[in-house]
């Protein structure tokens, strides 16, 4: 109850976040890349990754959430609907309809036979105004006192 | 095979399943909040764990395929579920809820009014 006296101790919980933040992150990459066959993609992509960010807000302060991660989300969200517009504009430089997209099988080195498709540009522009709008929203209502 | 790997999993799903179901009842029956969170954390962790390693091995030993994102689940709540329960254990006890009225021993309560330092030199 008196907090003045008591030092809050988060040991246990920051060095379990510095490990669980790797794997949501990782598993949230997962997501967004396997959206185009399986369950998945920008959404759900997003909205893990930027609860991995919640999980860091929660387990340190503002501050240094800010101090790792020095971005402005607002400039993420619009990032992402400018992929968003520029991928549906491309399509009109081959003479198709807007928001067109085609894939087509690389053989990349690593990886093997793979079809990109410009879908996932699209896809990623979800991502990135998924984790905008919601750190955006996190952060103002975390900073009003 | 077949059958041995069908009784396997059948076993670890049910011990799941009981165990969670053991964790219900204490988080019902138990006193207090502290010993009802030692209920619910420890035993619902092992009751899913069960539950995710049968899953694992039904899709393993049947279909023959290794679906990794189980495996990651069962790292995933073995490491954070205990750490849930501490957390809530300690915003309880912060916040002032009392012990069982039969408890003998509350060593934080003296740690917290700085009494721990005298205990030990007598």
Do not use: C
């Not at chain 1, 929660?58 to 992402?80: H, R």
């Amino acid at each position: 109850m008196n907090k003045k006296n008591i030092k809050v101790n988060d040991l246990i919980f920051q060095t379990v976040t510095k490990i669980v933040v790797f794997i949501i992150i990782l598993y949230s990459l997962h997501l967004f890349f396997s959206g185009h066959y399986t369950p998945g993609g920008g959404f759900v992509g997003g909205l893990m990754t930027s609860s991995a960010l919640v999980l860091l807000l929660l387990a340190y302060d503002v501050k240094t959430v800010k101090n790792i991660l020095p971005f402005n989300y607002i400039n993420i969200a619009a990032s992402g609907l400018l992929i968003a517009v520029l991928t549906g504009l491309g399509s009109l430089f081959f003479k198709v309809p807007f928001l067109t997209h085609s894939f087509k099988y690389v053989d990349l080195p690593l990886l093997g036979e793979t079809s990109l498709a410009t879908a996932v540009l699209f896809d990623l522009a979800v991502y990135l105004v998924v984790i905008g709008v919601t750190m955006t929203i996190i952060q103002t209502i975390g900073e009003t006192e | 095979m077949i059958e041995i790997s069908k009784f396997i999993v059948g076993y670890l799903i049910l011990q799941g399943a009981i165990l969670s179901l053991i964790a219900a009842i204490g988080v019902i029956k138990l006193p207090d909040p502290y010993t009802r969170n030692h209920a619910a954390s420890k035993n619902a962790t092992l009751g899913i764990m069960s539950i995710l390693i049968g899953v694992f091995l039904y899709f393993y030993f049947i279909h023959g395929e290794v679906n990794s994102r189980i495996l990651l689940a069962i790292l995933f709540i073995f490491i954070t579920a205990p750490v849930a329960g501490h957390l809530i254990s300690r915003a309880a006890y912060n916040s002032g809820v009392p012990l069982w009225k039969n408890s003998v021993q509350d060593d934080l309560k003296e740690a917290k009014e700085g009494k721990i330092e005298n205990r030990s030199t007598d």
